[in-house]
C-alpha cells in the first residue's frame, strides 16, 4: 500500500485524506493548531458565526452528496433578496426595480442578436460582460456582485477559470450570455449551509478518516524528490505528495529542488481579505439577505450578508446577524465596518456580538490566462508530486472538493476506489 504525505488541513487536504484513507497510508500535516483552513464557525450568546464559507449553491452536487455521507443535515435558506449599492442607496438586484434605465435593459438584450465576438484565447470576466450586456449592466449589476463574491476587479478575472460553463466543445464561448447563463447559474442559484455550521463539514471528514495520521503544528520546512518531507525537524518519505495549500505557500515547499515551478506558483496571484460579524439588537437597516458594492471607490466593503435573515437558527430571537467581506485584511476591521454600518444605514447601536477573521492572502484570484499558466505549472511537476486546492482549480469548496479528489485519484495511480465515492 502506498504512503502518501499530504501537507494542508483545510478542506481541500481533509477531502483528499478522505478520498484516499482506504486506498493508501496517509499523514496529513497541517500547520496550524486547528484544521479546516478559512472554514470556521463558532457559537457565541445565541449567535452562529461563520469566519469563513457560510454556505454553498443547490447545485454543488457533489458537495451535497458527501454531506449525506457524512451523515450531515444540510438546510435551505429562507429566501434571497440580493440589493446593491447604487446612487447612494441600497436598491434591489431586480430588472423592474429602477436599478437600470431603459437604455441600460435594451442594451443588455442585444446579446441575444449580437455575433459571438473573439473566442481565441481567455479574456476578462469584465470585459465579456462589457461585450455582451454593456457598460450600464455591469458598472450597477455584475461589477458589484461578482467583486463581491470574488474580492477581485472583474477585469482582472478569468473568463474561462470563473465561468467554465461558458463554453461549448471547440472552446466557443456561448454566443449568448443570457442563453449560456443556464449552464453557470448554479453558482448563483437557491443557497444551502449546515444546520450547525459550516465546521460540521470539517469534524464529519475528520470523524471518517479512520487510520489516516494527522498531525497538527507540523509545519513542513520543504519537499525533495523522491519523496522526502521535512517537517518539525523530522524527514518522511512517501511515494506521493499533495500539496493541499495556497500557491505561494507550495512556492515555498518546492523551491528547495525547484525554482522554476516555484516561482510558476508564486505568479498564482492571492488577496488578503477579512470576514467581519456583528450582532444586534431589533431588525436590520435593509429588507435584504446580501448587498454587494461596486469596486472600490474609496469604500472598504465588498459585500454585506444577513445570516439571520437568509438561515434559520443565525441569531437570538429579535437581533440580525451581519457579516461583512472586505478587500485586505485592515487593522481594526470591526471598528471599520461599524464605522461604514453607521455612515451607510445610520446603525447607532453598540453591537452585543463582534467578531472579526483576518485570512491573509485567503483568497485567491484566477487572472486572464490562469489555465495557461496551470498548464505550464503541470508540465513541472515531477511524478508523484501533486497539486490540490483553490488556488488551482476553483475558489468554491465544490470546486476544492473536486480538485481533491482528482489529486488523490492521481496519488493512488488508479480510478476511484471506494474511498473516491461520493
Sequence with gaps: MKRIVIVGGGVTGLSAAFFLRARARVTLLEAGPRLGGVVATERADGFLVEGGPEGFPAGAGELRALCRRLGLEIA????SRRYVWCGGRARRLSWRDG????????RAALDLVLPSGP???????GAYLRRRMGDEVFERVAGPVLSGIYLASPDDLSLRSVFPGLFRGGGRASRSLLFGWRRVGEQFGPRLTLRFGMYALVEGLRSSLGDVEIRLRARVDGIEPSWKVHVSGEILEADAVILALPAPRAAEAVRRFSPALAGLLSGLRSVSCATVALGFPRRPPVPATSLFFAPPGGNPLAALTFPSEKFEGRAPEGCWLVRAFLRGAPPGAARLVREELRRLFGVLEEPVLERAYLWPEGRPVHEVGHRDRLREIERLLPPGLHLAGA???GVSLEECLRDARRAADRAAGAGPGDGGET
Excluded: I, Q
Design 119 to 125: 473566442s481565441a484565447g481567455d479574456e476578462s470576466v
Design 99 to 106: 436599478l437600470l434605465s431603459w437604455k441600460g435593459r435594451f
Design 391 to 393: 488556488s488551482y482549480g
Design 76 to 79: 435551505t435558506a429562507r429566501g
